[in-house]
């Protein structure tokens, strides 16, 4: 049988042909556009902090070694907020000595036994920054402020703010002075609630992502604290500009 194919017109192969360079080309320019994403190192001395009265219908917990009643919860709500922490990574943090603060529903009902409203974690020792490809050292005296995320359902009266201050609380019975925070710069939510509470600036850290590179950029805004010690994951650079590939 005979091939009825028809053979394509010069016009079509050219169109074809351009199509693809075009692809190409773009793929190619995406590489090449530099990516930014910047993060605050915010900072603030452990001082006591008058009571809070939470909102009503609320109440706070701690899981941390050796407290562990309400891990359970931590775990499910960990697993449920779509942040990439899975019971393995709770226990993870737990043994390795992170404090959870979870707001809690007040009072548990029969078909919900404890709802998490919110929650948010403080690491004492060196913790992986992830964003910025560095460990950080905050010092026998310091402590990482870590995430802190309110459920959808609960965000308008205040929880990240209670939960910030009641972190700083456990942080000055556990003997601390300083408390170190690394939110994006464009995550104003966390960086306004920070602010408030007496958290300053200390440092502003860039990272450049560029054709499979990164570059990362630290700059220091103010001396009036230390920095802790940050330690890279690799690549090459000073304590101020280090190239990762």
């Known amino acids: 049988m005979k091939d009825l194919?028809?053979?394509?017109?010069?016009?079509?192969?050219?169109?074809?042909?351009?199509?693809?360079?075009?692809s190409i080309l773009r793929r190619i320019a995406n590489a090449f556009t530099p990516q930014l994403h910047s993060h605050h190192v915010i900072v603030?001395?452990?001082?006591?902090?008058?009571?809070?009265?939470?909102?009503?219908?609320?109440?706070?917990?701690v899981v941390r070694r050796g407290q562990e009643q309400y891990l359970p919860e931590l775990i499910a709500f960990s697993g449920s907020n779509g942040q990439g922490m899975d019971a393995d990574w709770c226990r993870h943090e737990?043994?390795?000595g992170c404090v959870m603060v979870l707001a809690l529903v007040d009072p548990p009902t029969?078909?919900?036994?404890?709802?998490?409203?919110?929650?948010?974690?403080t690491?004492?020792?060196?913790?992986?920054?992830?964003?910025?490809?560095?460990?950080?050292?905050?010092?026998?005296?310091?402590?990482?402020l870590l995430n802190c995320f309110v459920s959808p359902d609960f965000r308008g009266q205040r929880?990240?703010?209670?939960?910030?201050?009641?972190?700083?609380?456990?942080?000055?019975?556990?003997?601390?002075?300083?408390?170190?925070?690394?939110?994006?710069?464009t995550n104003t939510a966390s960086v306004r609630n920070q602010?408030?509470?007496?958290?300053?600036?200390?440092m502003r850290i860039d990272?450049?992502?560029?054709?499979?590179?990164?570059?990362?950029?630290?700059?220091?805004?103010?001396?009036?604290?230390?920095?802790?010690?940050?330690?890279?994951k690799g690549g090459w650079g000073s304590d101020s500009l280090r190239l990762i590939r």
Request: aromatic share 6%.
């Open 207 to 232: 990272v450049i992502k560029i054709a499979g590179l990164k570059l990362i950029n630290f700059r220091r805004l103010s001396h009036q604290f230390p920095l802790g010690k940050y330690i890279p």
């Open 44 to 61: 603030r001395p452990i001082e006591p902090i008058e009571p809070d009265r939470l909102p009503l219908g609320f109440r706070l917990v």
């Open 195 to 202: 602010f408030a509470e007496g958290l300053i600036k200390l």
């Open 110 to 121: 029969s078909n919900h036994p404890e709802t998490v409203a919110g929650a948010a974690w």
């Open 94 to 96: 737990i043994a390795g």
């Open 5 to 22: 194919t028809l053979p394509s017109s010069p016009a079509t192969s050219r169109a074809s042909a351009t199509t693809h360079i075009a």
């Open 123 to 144: 690491a004492n020792e060196t913790h992986s920054i992830d964003p910025i490809h560095h460990d950080h050292d905050p010092g026998k005296k310091g402590c990482h």
């Open 159 to 185: 929880l990240q703010r209670y939960l910030l201050r009641e972190r700083v609380r456990i942080a000055l019975a556990d003997g601390k002075t300083i408390a170190y925070s690394f939110p994006l710069t």
